[in-house]
């Protein structure tokens, strides 16, 4: 029962932009993505959701190739954030979380899809906005109201088997505080028996929420373990050519890790 | 975040957003009544609108023969405003729900049927056989009434699945590529028919001029018979996706994550508006802004919930383009002006509000 990428490549046009690689996510944990711009992250997740077919290899869902999965089945236990979302239309941020719905219901709109909705948007600290048009909100609160669609989208179990949610750099347009509330949610999922994939660029959120950490350079992995394994300045200064030096302290589950500059600074 | 078991679902609030109950039906549903009753009693029979009512009545149900009405203003209402009025209702709802349907497809609010080369693709076949003269031989009889719309309807499936095909690669239709492959067909199509005008003679001009600007007055019976079967299977394969048309407004990625199978249905859709507009144009011309228009200000109006929009779409643009050609029969009766020139006169400034609208907000 996982989600499992085996010995997958993934093309675009005639580059290869990740892989060949193998990764799995289980329920219970959080495993987080990180690595370099342009180290195939988010083709990993295009592949990992079945939007992007692989080239090689393939991506199974519950031992079930992806591609196999009804779509509407695949839909109500596998749910993807994406960085950016184009929504030019004028839904309220409550009509937005309630589509998160639609793989549950032939019709839409019921009560309890609206009540999930709304408990989507509390989760996401977004309920003061659920009548305003999504077009009229800010770039973070955008993002935490997609992400209560997709929270509405898995929020119950599948009959059989378990959720899967991918986050694809689910902070980046956030504030401090917000960035935490979404990983706090994102570890209160796993909790629950959900499995989380989580793209982050801040290497201490990382440390700080995730069961395990993969990185990612040139489409391979290099490294996966818990956070304090993988987490090493030779490690960091290898794939993101940067100088850090990694602490820990008690008060906190993972380790520290305090930038100090480029490794090799242009002359 | 979580099973419902595990965080409690806080109590349904009231619920803010525009949750419209049945006034807009009401509204809408009301001003096509209105709009159908005036262009069946006005025009140069009049026909009092007391007796109109009695009169249908017992014209559709098995009462007898009306005493109300002269079998002059009788022949008028059945013979003649009726199935134009009938055609009126079916073009205009499919125009309109066609368009709401293409710019929640393409994600823009400007797509038109006309953008997609069915209109110009129409037009090209319409002209096509008004210049070759194209008849199936006299005795054919009935048949022969269909050989413009038969080439027109042809016209717009063609260009429709000429840019749909250009537009897609790899097995999936890109929505941008397609939006140029339509403008490139339409101009294509527009050339071809700038070259056929030059080898018309004077009478096909002004067919083809009536033709381009659009008319509700060759409807007859046969006609609406005919054309009934393309517009009322294309409204009824476009109301089914309502749901879906919602998700699409996500984004292709986003609608697909949640379940919809995104190639099929802009296939389904793009034959659907093409089957549905290729029938609407090829029995009453290229009429303009009713598949532009109507989705955009009941959109305004409205939101954007396809649910509503849809239908509402087809109730109004019944009844704008009723109400057009109302006009166009009555502003300089005993001639008529063309039906499209009309839902231009009244869509253009309409149009350029809303774009001004928009830029301000």
Known sequence: MSLEAREVEVWRGRGRVAGPLSLEVRPGEVLAVVGPNGAGKSSLLAALSGELRCKAGDVFLEGRALHQWPSVERAQRLGVLLQESSLGFGFTALEVAVLGRSPHARRGGTASDLEVARAALDATDTQHLASRAYTTLSGGERQRVQLARVLAQLWTPPARGHRYLLLDEPTASLDLSHQHLVLERARAFAREGGAVLTVLHDLNLAARYADRITVLDQGRCVETGTPAGVLTPDLIANTFGLRVEVVSRPDLPGPLVIPMGRASPPP | MSASEAMPVPAARPVPSRLPGAGPW????????????????????????????????????????????????????????????????MVGAVLATAGAALQALFRNPLVEPGLLGTSSGAALGAVLAIVLDVTLGTHMGALRMLTVPGAAFCGALGATLLAQRLGSGGGRTDTPRMLLAGVAVSSGAFAGMGLLTQAATDAQLRSITFWSLGSLGGASWETVGVAAVPLLLTLGLLLREARALNLMLLGEREAWHLGVDVERLKRRLILAAA???????????????????????????????HRRLLAASALSGASLLLAADLLSRTLAAPSELPVGALTSVLGVPAFIALLARKGAA
């Open chain 2, 26 to 89: 009401v509204t809408l549903g009301g001003v096509l009544a209105l709009v159908v009753l005036a262009s069946l009693a006005i025009g140069t029979v009049p026909v009092p609108p007391s007796a109109l009512l009695g009169s249908l009545w017992e014209a559709l149900g098995p009462g007898e023969a009306s005493q109300r009405l002269d079998p002059m203003q009788r022949a008028v209402l059945l013979s003649l405003r009726l199935p134009r009025v009938v055609l009126g209702v």
């Open chain 2, 275 to 305: 089957l549905g507009v290729g029938a609407a144009v090829a029995f009453t011309g290229m009429i303009g802004f009713v598949g532009l228009l109507v989705p955009a200000l009941l959109r305004m109006a409205l939101g954007p919930d």
